[in-house]
Structures are given as structure tokens and as C-alpha cells.
């Protein structure tokens, strides 16, 4: 069974840093890029970060590069997000997903207060 478990999310200061962390397990981890997504109250879900899992070719949002750096383990099967410089408008539910598959963790809150 394909498991995507997010954690690390919680409650801080705007400038403030949090890592947020994906464990994957129920594939075969090292032959798929896992992407992180956010939805804030009342918008959409949009894209985050992603990282290539066969040539390390990363992709950020514009509204999060220079603060947000993805990195992945494959021998902990867990891809990591860490949020430097975070500001209230990153507040949102952060779920990590297969790229192109329908598979979702079940998400974790991050809230930014001013």
C-alpha cells in the first residue's frame, strides 16, 4: 500500500523556519519524484517544490525560491522541505504527492503569524 506521511508543519513567527518532512513507503522510492503542494484557506492547491528523481533537476515556485529548499533521502524514503524566511502568506495545508499520481499524504498545517 502506498503510504505518504507528512509532518513538521506547526505553528511560527513570520522570518521563522520549519522542516517539513514526507515518509514514503509501498513503492519503490528511489524511481519516482515526490513534489510538495500547499492549499491555503480559500485558494486552490498550487504547486510548491519538486525534485527529479533521476537527474536531481529541481523545481520551486516562484513565490517560494531563495526561502524553500527541497532535498530528498532514499534510504529513509522521505523527501524534506525546509522553509526559511516563512511569511503569512504561506499558511496553508503542505501535502507531498507522487508526481503524476493520484497518491496524497494526508497533509500538515503550517501557519505563519505575523
Known amino acids: 500500500e502506498v503510504q505518504l506521511q507528512a509532518s513538521g508543519g506547526g505553528l511560527v513567527q513570520a522570518g521563522g523556519s520549519l522542516r517539513l518532512s514526507c515518509a514514503a513507503s509501498?513503492?519503490?522510492?528511489?524511481?519516482?519524484?515526490i513534489g510538495w503542494f500547499r492549499q491555503a484557506p480559500g485558494k486552490e492547491r498550487e504547486g510548491v517544490s519538486c525534485?527529479?528523481?533521476?537527474?536531481?533537476?529541481?523545481y520551486y515556485a516562484d513565490s517560494v525560491k531563495e526561502r524553500f529548499t527541497i532535498s530528498r533521502d532514499n534510504a529513509k524514503t522521505t523527501v524534506y522541505l525546509q522553509m526559511n524566511s516563512l511569511k503569512p502568506e504561506d499558511t496553508a495545508i503542505y501535502y507531498c504527492?507522487?508526481?503524476?499520481?493520484?497518491?496524497w499524504g494526508q497533509g500538515t498545517l503550517v501557519t505563519v503569524s505575523s
Open positions: 525534485r527529479s528523481s533521476y537527474d536531481g533537476s529541481i
Open positions: 504527492n507522487i508526481i503524476g499520481s493520484n497518491f
Open positions: 509501498g513503492f519503490t522510492f528511489e524511481d519516482y519524484a
